[in-house]
Antibody
Framework: QVQLQQSGAELTKPGSSVKISCKAS????????ISWIKQRPGQALEWIGA????????GYNEKFKGKATLTVDKSSSTAFMQLSSLTPEDTAVYYC?????????WGQGVMVTVSS | DIQLTQSPSTLPASLGERVTISCRAS??????LNWYQQKPDGTVKRLIY???TLESGVPSRFSGSGSGTDYSLSISSLESEDFAMYYC?????????FGGGTKLELK
């Protein structure tokens, strides 16, 4: 069965960076795009961007350009998202999901907390 | 960006009741709309895609409809596991955007 297993919760300081992961299983990793989605408490979900694991091609929501960087490691079927120059507004749950725009399977989410 | 307005934001309902959640887009999205359920533990599941196609394994009490700018998700007879958050997603226009969510709670 398709599974997207995300890394554990992160507690980070303002101005730092964090890299979270999403390990895929149960399907051919390079055949499906992976998207990343942000959920702040009480706010709507936001699409951050997506990556094609086969080609490495990426696309970003304008709002997150410069904030998020998406990469993959094909050898381990893992997608990564690095968030840089963290501020308290980056405190959120981050999900990975399969697909560029249809999001048929989701990871369990990772809580990233930015606090001094 | 296309704005999706869900209503109501909170929906109190009873077991066995039929409920409907609305999702209105700021412009036509040509049936490019999905519905998702989010449980309190954060688990997210796709229920319906392309406006009205039921995801495999999702109970038939869930249904979706709509066109143009107006879409809806209906649950014909609420069961205990249905009390959760629901979100719509449009993918007609980049960037994909989500509705603000509807909390379905036990009355």
């Amino acid at each position: 069965q398709v599974q997207l297993q995300q890394s554990g919760a992160e507690l980070t300081k303002p101005g730092s960076s964090v890299k979270i992961s999403c390990k895929a299983s149960g399907y051919t990793f390079t055949s499906y795009d992976i998207s990343w989605i942000k959920q702040r408490p009480g706010q709507a979900l936001e699409w951050i961007g997506a990556i094609n694991p086969g080609s490495g091609g990426t696309g970003y929501n304008e709002k997150f350009k410069g904030k998020a960087t998406l990469t993959v490691d094909k050898s381990s079927s893992t997608a990564f998202m690095q968030l840089s120059s963290l501020t308290p507004e980056d405190t959120a749950v981050y999900y990975c999901a399969r697909g560029w725009d249809y999001f048929d399977y989701w990871g369990q989410g990772v809580m990233v907390t930015v606090s001094s | 960006d296309i704005q999706l307005t869900q209503s109501p934001s909170t929906l109190p309902a009873s077991l066995g009741e039929r409920v409907t959640i609305s999702c209105r887009a700021s412009q036509s999205i040509s049936n490019s709309l999905n519905w998702y359920q989010q449980k309190p533990d954060g688990t997210v599941k796709r229920l319906i895609y392309s406006t009205s196609t039921l995801e495999s394994g999702v109970p038939s009490r869930f249904s979706g409809s709509g066109s143009g700018t107006d879409y809806s998700l209906s649950i014909s007879s609420l069961e205990s596991e249905d009390f959760a958050m629901y979100y719509c997603l449009q993918y007609a226009t980049y960037p994909q955007t989500f509705g603000g969510g509807t909390k379905l709670e036990l009355k």
